[in-house]
């Protein structure tokens, strides 16, 4: 599938923000679909990706990088232990901290779950150069809005 040409028309921010919600409706319905299969939910799978790096992350950045309150994220992380697919280590250079790591097990179904999300999106009608741009409007958008100004009241 090509990529359409470049837009020179004026488009109202309300188009934008009705497309950008609908596809995130839709791609997180599809998601859902694909984690139900593989006995995961959502969130379970974005903090598995978060950690699969290896590094060990804290959990205030977790919470804030899985779009997750920290009550939920600690509940949710509970449950990840207790299926031995997480571990917590007191972070060795702030000791106050909390990190979580993947454990071998987690790997194991991070690289399984994850390989169903991607054969997912393979299916989609888009080809990787579009995908690409897709992601590319995405960032220049997420990061126009990151750092807007707040509006006055």
């Keep these: 599938m090509p990529v359409p040409p470049v837009s020179s028309r004026v488009v109202a921010p309300e188009e934008v923000v ?11 319905r599809r998601l859902r679909e694909v984690l139900d299969e593989q006995g995961r939910s959502p969130d379970e799978w974005r903090v598995l ?8 992350h804290p959990m205030t950045e977790i919470a804030e990088l899985a779009f997750l309150p920290p009550g939920t994220l600690t509940k949710l992380v509970d449950h990840l232990v207790d299926e031995n697919l997480v571990y917590r ?8 901290r909390i990190r ?21 999106w393979d299916q989609l009608p ?13 960032r220049l958008l997420v990061g ?7 509006p006055r009241r």
């Design 89 to 96: 280590r007191i972070d060795p250079i702030d000791r106050r």
């Design 18 to 28: 009705q497309l950008v919600t609908r596809a995130e409706r839709l791609l997180s």
């Design 49 to 56: 990706c978060i950690l699969a790096d290896g590094a060990g």
């Design 144 to 150: 126009a809005l990151d750092g807007a100004p707040a």
């Design 126 to 138: 888009m080809g990787c150069e579009e995908r690409g741009h897709l992601a590319d409007l995405l």
């Design 100 to 120: 979580a790591y993947m454990t071998p097990r987690g790997r194991t179904t991070h690289d399984r779950v994850t390989r169903a999300v991607r054969a997912a």
